[in-house]
């Protein structure tokens, strides 16, 4: 909805459906002439697949209920081959919103299996799977390198206002993150309404 020469346009709206999911292309962008290490945006999931965080607004983003669907692994890992032949990069970076621990296993094995050679990136919650050392194995070796998570507040009885719902224990996974050689960015949040001061003492040497 905006306004026009003093009147309101309200635009029509159409979700995107899965049958119009589609690899990104990056054809007649100068991708030779950026500065610094180069990474293809990538993306396996279209919303979020959690979407109910009290102070998020991404999920809106996505029509009802924030989450459209995921596309096939088989279609991601033929894009990230697609894209890296054509542009001579080898480094991606994933948009979605979170990355879903069961479709991007399968994803890693894909990579595997087809030997393709690269590195990634990409935004997880602290779901318990990505705390399981042989799952990390799995896409580390598939070439993941660094997740970005949402800790928000350290864990605490406050830390339920936010309404993550996620059963990941935090100091566990960074640990076992950094035993699998993938680097972790942690997000934080101070100030959110009733939950007092907060710290991230708990999580010690991490």
């Known amino acids: 909805v905006w306004r026009d020469r003093g009147g ?10 899965k049958r119009d999911f589609a690899p990104p292309s990056f054809d007649g962008l100068p991708l030779d002439e950026y500065w610094g290490v180069n990474y293809l945006p990538q993306i396996a999931s279209r919303g979020c697949y959690y979407g109910k965080c009290s102070f998020c607004a991404i999920p809106y983003g996505w029509g009802n209920g924030g989450f459209i669907g995921h596309g096939s692994p088989e279609q991601v890992v033929q ?5 890296s032949l054509q542009h001579g ?3 991606f970076k994933f948009a979605d919103e979170a990355l879903h621990p069961t479709l991007f296993r399968k994803i890693a094995e894909l990579l595997r299996e087809e030997n393709f050679v690269c590195e990634f990136e990409g935004y997880a919650r602290f779901e318990p799977l990505w705390s399981d050392r042989e799952f990390l194995d799995v896409v580390a070796s598939s070439g993941l390198k660094k997740v970005y998570l949402g800790l928000e507040l350290a864990p605490s009885k406050s830390r339920t206002l936010l309404n993550k719902a996620d059963k990941g224990d935090a100091v566990e996974t960074l640990e076992n993150l950094r035993a699998a050689g993938i680097r972790a960015h942690v ?6 309404p009733g939950t007092g001061a907060s710290s991230l003492s708990d999580l010690g040497h991490v």
Not at 8 to 17: G, Q, W
Not at 79 to 83: L, R, T
Not at 187 to 192: H, I, K
């Open 187 to 192: 997000f934080c949040m101070f100030g959110f």
């Open 79 to 83: 894009s990230m081959k697609s894209a």
């Open 89 to 91: 990069i080898h480094n």
């Open 8 to 17: 309101l346009v309200s635009n029509k709206t159409k979700i995107l459906d």
